[in-house]
T-cell receptor, first 112, second 113 residues
């Protein structure tokens, strides 16, 4: 099965700054997904990213706050913009096949 | 919209005990159902899945049956081991391979020797 890698694995950032998270898959995938896991909470889908088109955001998430790029079929980035302590979470990228969804190791973000 | 409800933890059991983690869902149509596991310090892994009513998913001694009549997908294992200690997430997808997942809150399972 395809391998999905994500970086950075963790970061501590100052409020008001932005962080870009990278996600690389070792084979071509049509759709990639970005999730957030807040402390003690479940995973929540942020957006779906298709190559060559704008990402589709779930309710409660907006492009200005979480811009996403998908330049090709193996790579995507998620930026967390103008961060506040409430953005402290684990962010995960994912892709799906007919057998299920596969996840990166996650980026643990702490905003201070 | 879709939702998944699973029993809250932590669930603490002795080794070799029988395990059930309840999961119920709300969805329009006929979703695919999944159990994911997150071992300490590791990423999220697919444990098992079922794509239609009455399907049984199984892996590593764990089983779950897609029950449409009760909208449930309970996870079971006949004899747990210390190595099964992890967080277990129930999830659904409207269209496997094409849609994102809706997750339950996760159940932290602790197995004591």
């Amino acid at each position: 099965s395809a391998v999905i890698s994500q970086k950075p694995s963790r970061d501590i950032c100052q409020r008001g700054t932005s962080l870009t998270i990278q996600c690389q898959v070792d084979s071509q995938v049509t759709m990639m997904f970005w999730y957030r896991q807040q402390p003690g909470q479940s995973l929540t889908l942020i957006a779906t990213a298709n190559q060559g088109s704008e990402a589709t955001y779930e309710s409660g998430f907006v492009i200005d706050k979480f811009p996403i790029s998908r330049p090709n079929l193996t790579f995507s980035t998620l930026t967390v913009s103008n961060m506040s302590p409430e953005d402290s979470s684990i962010y995960l990228c994912s892709f799906s096949t007919g057998t299920g969804a596969f996840f990166g190791q996650g980026t643990r973000l702490t905003v201070v | 919209g879709n939702s998944v409800t699973q029993m809250e933890g932590p669930v603490t059991l002795s080794e070799e005990a029988f395990l059930t983690i309840n999961c119920t869902y709300t969805a329009t149509g006929y979703p695919s159902l999944f159990w994911y596991v997150q071992y300490p310090g590791e990423g999220l892994q697919l444990l098992l899945k079922a794509t239609k009513a009455d399907d049984k998913g199984s892996n590593k001694g764990f089983e779950a049956t897609y029950r449409k009549e009760t909208t449930s997908f309970h996870l079971e294992k006949g004899s747990v081991q210390v190595s099964d200690s992890a967080v277990y997430f129930c999830a659904l997808s409207d269209q496997i391979g094409a849609d994102g997942l809706t997750f339950g809150k996760g159940t932290h399972l602790i197995i004591q020797p």
